[in-house]
């Protein structure tokens, strides 16, 4: 059984389309928009096993496609961490035998708009 890229590979095109083909990963993508959840609210509300979606986020971690917007301390003392989409827009391209890829990440002007309608509500 294939399960795609190995965790020591650093990200390449096949690692980003691998991610782009697996629905739980789109699920999660689509599930974090504009959005800052843990990885048991998105195991809950997205129905995967928690291991699974650990291993998803730890994946679209490593292409920053997301990132740990904050960490909460539980009342039982451990940290918990909170995910939110980094990257604003993912382009493909196939020209002369070659896949190109680029991710646009956030820009700092977005980046503090979503920190200030978080103080807002």
Known sequence: MNNGPTEKDSPTEKDILFILT???SLQIIKLLDKK???AQMISST???PLS???RKIK???QLKIIKVAKVVRTLDGLDQSFYTLWMKEIKISYRDH???INIRLLSSDE???RLWQKFKS
Request: aromatic share 10%; charged share 30%.
């Open 52 to 54: 699974s979606t650990y």
């Open 98 to 100: 070659k896949f190109s």
């Open 46 to 48: 997205l129905n995967i």
């Open 111 to 113: 980046k503090i708009v």
């Open 22 to 24: 697996d629905e739980s």
């Open 36 to 38: 800052q959840l843990s």
């Open 59 to 61: 994946k679209l971690e």
